[in-house]
Nanobody
């Protein structure tokens, strides 16, 4: 069974940085397009970044220029480097294999002074 485990969330001040990690088991990530989603309180889950199997990347306008998605196929992992964080980035962040229906439990990012 496919499992996705996110980590790296926490409390950070506005302007700070965090690096989220996602490790997969039960499948090999290198053939898939991958993405990071987030869900803020009272809002729908949204895709904020994605990376193809060929490492092309795409970002939501709200995070473009601040977030960087990457993958390490040797470690069966993906990452989200988040810089210049804003209070509106506060959310639970989830990683996903875009064509599959599995979700991890997510990791909470709180941006607050």
């Amino acid at each position: 069974q496919v499992q996705l485990v996110e980590s790296g969330g926490g409390l950070v001040q506005p302007g700070g940085s965090l690096r989220l990690s996602c490790v997969a088991s039960g499948t090999i990530l290198n053939v898939y397009d991958l993405g990071w989603y987030r869900q803020a309180p009272g809002k729908e889950r949204e895709l904020v970044a994605r990376i193809t199997s060929r490492r092309s990347t795409d970002y939501a306008d709200s995070v473009k220029g601040r977030f960087i998605i990457s993958r390490d196929n040797a470690k069966n992992a993906m990452y989200l480097q988040m810089n210049s964080l804003k209070p509106e980035d506060t959310a639970v962040y989830f990683c996903k294999i875009l064509i599959l229906s599995y979700w991890g439990k997510g990791t909470l990012v709180t941006v607050s002074s």
